[in-house]
């Protein structure tokens, strides 16, 4: 097991009134453990609101949870800003709209030491290939590319500190679904080639069955159910998977 | 009942010329539902917009007909369609929480349509307003009348934005892309409360969507754009059985891997 979380639950404050006082508590997630199998993908699945991104977060260290640990494997990951990686779903606000592709390129690559600067060019135009773009949108601005091509660049870079694991926030959800289904193939390409674990969130379960070989349904941040991809979907235990699959089915 | 003919237009962003539609053509009988399917970037909403010539500034149509009960809009002075717009014909648009202006409650946005087309008076106007509440399924509808936009959630918003576009019992209803940004069970109760007050009203609609799986559940026809082309149009269950050009057998592709279960 590459990842193992326990228990995590996470509660933020709700403020109101005057100087900020603490009038209630939001409860993101309730004690969902889990663990992720090296190179597989952990579908995570929910409607929005069911705890999906706070999830990714915690697991991504970018919060800390307010109970539990996730722990990760340390023979494989010991660097771990550099061995997980994280894409979110936007890919118009997360690329920096004042850097030219190859400064968001090169920045992970100069910050772990995995090219010497006369190496840099070489390296992103590498990278640039593995998500099947040219040479030309080195020079280029992120307002230059569709959003299909900015999530493609998020790839590329996401992959320019040769990450072990690659935490997945809902990145299809804004395109659409011809672009969708090529940026998934070149994703389940990147894994094969690259022996990468994925941890998938996304509330479209057509696309979780397509990427997944394991699936957590999260509502209102409990885990309801999870197994492997085949049986939940032909077996769903909890009426509100079934229900999601029903959605889905239409 | 619509139908548009040859139609060109091109956006002149400072100087370039970019043809959006290159003699787009369609037509939308009555009470039929015709789904307008294509990529983004095919020019789906361009269409969308053209009807009632809500284009921007830089946008020009240098040829074309669009006739919509006889009368050809793109000739129809300002006057003359602002008639046409909202009372005739209604929008949805994608982002519910957009098109909704946050600084005014719903319930005084759905009454704007009705004081403005119908003359009603600003108490048969909220009697209305509520009515039109119950239509979309809203509970509670008095406390919903008095919140702004951000206080409801984006299914909600776009059941708001549904019961503004019924206001003046439109004969034909244009949705672009109304269920993108919500959640699969949001979708699936917008959607079946569309057909339902589809049925119940009879108006035409016209839907775009970039997902055959959503065209597929609610129209008659599919009309597939691509560059401002459109490239097949056809019976729903004909462009399913048996797709003839490149991008709808591509559009089919994406449909039966990730659009459908």
Same mark, same amino acid.
């Given at each position: 097991m590459i990842i193992h979380a326990a228990h995590i639950s996470k509660y933020f404050a709700v403020e109101g009134g005057m100087y900020k006082r603490r009038t209630g508590l939001v409860r993101a997630l309730e004690d969902v453990s889990f663990s992720v199998r090296e190179s597989s993908t952990l579908g995570i $699945?929910?409607? #929005?609101? #069911? /705890?999906?991104?706070?999830?990714?977060?915690?697991?991504?260290?970018?919060?800390?949870? #307010?109970?539990?640990?996730? =722990?990760?494997?340390l023979?494989?990951?010991?660097?771990?800003?550099?061995?997980v990686q994280i894409i979110f779903q936007n890919p118009y606000a997360s690329l920096d709209p004042k850097m030219r592709i190859k400064e968001a390129l090169y920045e992970p690559l100069l910050i772990h030491r995995l090219a010497a600067p006369r190496q840099l060019r070489d390296k992103a135009l590498e990278l640039l290939d593995i998500v099947e773009m040219g040479e030309d949108a080195l020079v280029r601005f992120p307002a230059?590319?569709? /959003? /299909?091509?900015?999530?493609?660049?998020?790839? %590329?870079?996401?992959?320019?500190?040769?990450?072990?694991?690659?935490?997945l926030d809902e990145p299809l959800s804004s395109l659409d679904l011809t672009i969708q289904l090529k940026l998934l193939e070149l994703l389940l390409r990147v894994k094969e080639k690259f022996r990468l674990? !994925?941890?998938?969130?996304?509330?479209?379960?057509?696309?979780?069955? !397509?990427?997944?070989?394991? $699936?957590?349904?999260?509502q209102e941040g409990r885990i309801v159910e999870q197994g492997g991809m085949h049986e939940l979907f032909s077996h769903p235990s909890h009426p509100y998977t079934a229900s999601l699959l029903r959605s889905a089915r239409r | 009942m619509l139908e548009i003919s040859n139609l060109h237009v091109h956006f002149d962003l400072n100087g370039t010329i970019v043809k959006a539609l290159c003699g787009v053509a369609l037509g939308v009988g009555p009470k039929e539902t015709l789904a307008v399917a294509g990529e983004s970037g095919s020019g789906k909403t361009v269409t969308a917009l053209s009807v009632t010539r809500l284009l921007p500034s830089s946008a020009r149509v240098t040829s074309g007909e669009i006739y919509?009960? /006889?009368?050809?809009?793109?000739l129809l002075g300002e006057g003359a369609?602002?008639?046409?717009?909202g009372k005739e014909i209604a929008y949805i648009f994608q982002e519910p929480g957009t098109f909704l202006n946050p600084v005014y409650t719903v319930g005084n946005q759905i009454m704007e349509p009705l004081l403005l087309h119908q003359g009603l008076s600003r108490a048969e106007a909220f009697a209305e307003a509520l009515k039109l509440l119950a239509l979309v399924r809203i509970k509670q509808g008095r406390r919903v009348f008095f919140s702004y936009p951000h206080q409801l959630s984006g299914g909600m918003n776009q059941r708001i934005g549904i019961a503004m576009s019924l206001a003046c019992r439109p004969r034909l209803l244009i949705a672009d892309e109304p269920t993108t940004a919500l959640d699969v069970t949001t979708e699936t109760e917008i959607l079946d409360?569309?057909?339902?007050?589809k049925s119940n009203f009879g108006f035409s609609l016209l839907f775009i969507t970039h997902n055959l799986s959503i065209a597929r559940r609610i129209a008659d026809r599919i009309c597939v754009m691509h560059k401002?082309?459109?490239?097949? =149009? %056809?019976?729903?269950?004909?462009?399913? #059985?048996?797709?003839q050009h490149f991008h709808t057998k591509e559009l089919i592709r994406a449909y039966q891997a990730i659009g459908t279960l």
């Open positions: $699945v929910g409607e #929005s609101g #069911s /705890g999906k991104t706070t999830l990714a977060k915690i697991v991504a260290r970018l919060i800390a949870p #307010s109970k539990g640990t996730v =722990e990760f494997d023979a494989r990951i010991n660097n771990f800003r550099k061995d230059e590319f569709s /959003g /299909g091509q900015r999530q493609r660049i998020c790839i %590329a870079r996401a992959l320019a500190t040769q990450p072990k694991c690659i935490i674990t !994925y941890l998938f969130i996304s509330h479209n379960l057509s696309v979780i069955k !397509y990427m997944a070989d394991f $699936v957590i349904v999260l | 919509f009960n /006889g009368d050809d809009l793109l369609l602002r008639k046409v717009r409360l569309l057909c339902e007050l401002g082309f459109v490239v097949e =149009e %056809a019976d729903t269950e004909r462009i399913f #059985s048996s797709p």
